[in-house]
């Protein structure tokens, strides 16, 4: 998964300019060699770096190239929602399809500072019209998440596929709002595509697990073997030839090649042939759905996120309202007050079950005349009941002891703000080893049984992805895209931090995460003794036995699992009133940033 948020330094204005040339052989050998090196390297943030500045700024998860490619579409004169497009074409080429996708899936927020409102677009999967019997599709091969599954039969992974919705999202988003002609965006994408990314070790990590089941099919082997080997190791140039024709057909005929045009037919034909019920009809229908924006009102911000039926709204609405009800804005920040951080780990654990609730929970509710139905997560009223259980949990008398993305977000100069999130919602390439025109086609159908049987066929299928952006007095103030398994919890803890208890940005990022429970099931959060992971080393245990007595249990898990159990956060703040824009780096999250002054630009370690 991938997220961004873009700040443009550029003035503009709705009127055409001339063709610009984004691609990489146009950027100073320099800066393009040294963001090839940390790409190449598998680069992480070395330092706290802190980026403030009152022009142009790209903050947006993993590839620092994609980054400097927004940032180019900003000194085109390009708008916010150009930047963005430019950095999500980006990010698939230079991660090779691997977590993000052209086969994927998108949401954006967009704050319209000519209107002052919010709009919200969805790009998420659909399913297809004959898939009637959605219960019955093979489960996907999720790797260590749930290593315990099969990937079922080998003449149905057709049927674990979906209609994908992020090429024609991106193009929705540019008709939008764009500035710059739509196929100028493609080129920095076209141009790794054709001269190939440098595998890293990460990227080489991910071969080396999905190289059975990319080798299963002849497009898949076609597709590993584009290195020069039949499994790329890492230090190899891959170079992607029949990706690169793909974007240039949809850099010249616009999102239709995909849906209408050869690369559709070859997805028809190649789904079908692999098991699957998909027909020409399916992907002619696809449509991007724009919205007004769900908003919350919490500490004095309106903070809005992608509407229903997706169910970041349930889990935004229910954690601010729970956490206006415990009074937050009053108590140090949750990383210092082991009281407080009980509280909030039973609000995240309700955040992350929205809009369901774990058995014990529900009937303390019911006890108490209130029937918890999905509705009522959005409500402040069900939100003061609910925190009446959660307080009602008694202390333990006794010590218990014990999904991938791209992020990003964008702001110009006249005050227009994008966050957008797009993903595969599937573990690396899913494993199906079914590829379409270079592009890998994801398994995403194939752990959503459950959902797609309250989908109609042919419907869209709802997503969790919690995208925001927080107005005071109806100016953007905060604007955050997230991705990973605790993306509700973790961006809870950095809007109540920052918005109701006034913490410096840099100070909420260098604080600890909150980490998923990764349950199938919904979260008993009113329990005695919730179990919460928390990271070894990131508490003293004076805090955590002080935890413990007030009834939940602090987990530790090692580094290498909570890689899977955390979120990753793009954060961009904005001041009103300064117009200045900042964004902060930590070492041990794929988070960079970069940005052109309008004025003065300072970053600071």
């Excluded at 600890?512 to 919730?530: E, K, W």
């Amino acid at each position: 998964m991938s997220v961004l948020v873009v700040f443009s330094g550029v003035s503009w204005s709705p009127s055409a300019i001339e063709a610009v040339d984004l691609g990489l052989g146009a950027w100073p050998t320099d800066v393009r060699e040294r963001l090839e090196t940390m790409e190449a390297r598998g680069w992480h943030p070395e330092d706290y770096r802190r980026t403030r500045t009152a022009g142009g700024i790209v903050s947006a998860t993993v590839s620092p190239v994609a980054v400097e490619a927004g940032l180019r579409a900003l000194d085109a004169g390009g708008t916010a929602a150009d930047a963005a497009v430019t950095v999500a074409l980006t990010q698939v080429a230079t991660q090779l399809g691997s977590v993000v996708s052209y086969a994927g899936i998108a949401t954006a927020l967009y704050y319209d500072a000519s209107s002052g409102r919010v709009h919200a677009l969805d790009a998420g999967y659909t399913t297809y019209a004959d898939e009637t019997d959605p219960l019955s599709i093979p489960p996907a091969d999720l790797g260590a998440l749930r290593p315990t599954e099969t990937s079922g039969p080998t003449d149905a992974h057709g049927r674990k596929t979906l209609v994908p919705g992020f090429m024609a999202g991106m193009e929705a988003l540019h008709r939008r709002y764009g500035r710059l002609a739509f196929g100028e965006l493609f080129a920095p994408a076209i141009a790794c595509a054709d001269e190939g990314v440098v595998v890293s070790p990460i990227l080489a990590g991910f071969f080396a697990m999905r190289a059975e089941s990319l080798a299963r099919t002849a497009e898949g082997r076609a597709f590993l073997g584009q290195s020069g080997r039949s499994v790329p190791q890492a230090g190899d140039r891959f170079r992607q030839p029949a990706l690169a024709s793909l974007l240039r057909a949809v850099a010249a005929h616009g999102a239709r090649e995909m849906y209408t045009g050869a690369w559709a037919r070859e997805f028809v034909a190649v789904v079908r042939r692999e098991g699957g019920r998909v027909t020409e009809a399916d992907l002619e229908r696809y449509e991007p759905v724009w919205s007004e924006a769900f908003a919350t009102e919490f500490a004095g911000h309106a903070t809005h996120v992608t509407p229903l039926p997706n169910l970041g709204a349930y889990a935004l609405a229910a954690g601010l309202h729970l956490a206006d009800h415990s009074a937050f804005s009053e108590r140090r920040p949750v990383w210092e007050d082991a009281h407080a951080w009980a509280q909030f780990a039973r609000i995240c654990a309700i955040a992350t079950s929205a809009p369901m609730l774990g058995e014990e929970t529900a009937a303390r509710l019911r006890d108490k005349g209130v029937e918890p139905s999905p509705e009522a997560f959005l409500s402040p009223e069900f939100a003061a009941r609910l925190a009446e259980v959660l307080t009602d949990s008694p202390p333990l008398l006794e010590h218990d002891r014990p999904r991938h993305s791209n992020a990003l977000v964008v702001v110009d100069a006249a005050g227009n703000v994008c966050a957008l999130t797009h993903t595969i919602n599937a573990v690396v390439w899913g494993g199906t080893g079914i590829v379409v025109g270079g592009v890998p086609l994801p398994d995403s159908a194939g752990f959503q049984q459950a959902r797609l049987a309250h989908v109609a066929p042919g419907g869209r299928v709802p997503h969790e992805i919690v995208d925001t952006i927080s107005l005071r007095e109806g100016r953007p103030v905060l604007a955050t895209a997230g991705i990973g398994s605790s993306l509700a919890a973790e961006t809870l803890r950095i809007l109540v931090s920052t918005l109701a208890q006034k913490a410096p940005l840099a100070d909420v990022l260098a604080a600890p995460n909150m980490l998923s429970h990764f349950g199938a099931a919904p979260i008993d959060a009113a329990r005695v003794g919730l179990p919460v992971p928390v990271l070894e080393g990131w508490y003293a245990e004076p805090f955590l036995e002080s935890v413990r007595a007030y009834g939940v249990s602090p987990v530790k898990v090692t580094p290498e699992a909570a890689e899977a159990l955390r979120g990753t956060i793009v954060v961009v703040a904005l001041d009103a009133e300064s117009g200045t824009r900042v964004a902060v780096e930590r070492p041990d999250i794929m988070v960079h940033h970069a940005a052109r002054a309008l004025c003065t630009t300072r970053q600071e370690h």
